[in-house]
């Protein structure tokens, strides 16, 4: 069976950091294309960041230069560093996995991709 959990939200001051870890189960995250997702208030939850099974990422413009996705083959876990938050980063944070073929990992940007497996979420507060 296939677990994903996420960890690592807090509440940061603007240009604060944090990384979200989420340890996967049941699967090995290296095979699948996986995603970081995040639903603010009142928004639509929209994939930010995402790694496809051969290790190449991608992201959406309002969090490019600032996360970074990557994944620990050994532990079976993926991250999200997120350095200079802003306010506007404020959101639960959910990452996903999905068996999309390699090289069609980047679809699941800037919209709500019905992934295959989802986590329940972390969430991250940055106040100013």
């Known amino acids: 069976q296939v677990q994903l959990v996420e960890s690592g939200g807090n509440s940061v001051l603007n240009g604060g950091s944090l990384r979200l870890s989420c340890a996967a189960s049941g699967y090995s995250v290296s095979s699948y294309c996986m995603g970081w997702f995040r639903q603010a208030p009142g928004a639509e939850r929209e994939g930010i960041a995402a790694?496809?099974?051969?290790?190449?990422?991608n992201y959406t413009d309002p969090v490019k230069g600032r996360f970074t996705i990557s994944r620990d083959n050994a532990k079976n876990t993926l991250y999200l560093q997120m350095n200079s938050l802003k306010p506007e980063d404020t959101a639960m944070y959910y990452c996903?996995?999905?068996?999309?073929?390699?090289?069609?990992?980047?679809?699941?940007?800037?919209?709500?991709?019905?992934?295959?497996?989802w986590g329940k979420g972390t969430r991250v507060a940055v106040s100013s």
């Open positions: 996903a996995a999905d068996r999309l073929a390699a090289g069609y990992c980047g679809l699941v940007l800037g919209k709500n991709y019905a992934m295959d497996y």
């Open positions: 790694i496809d099974a051969d290790g190449t990422t």
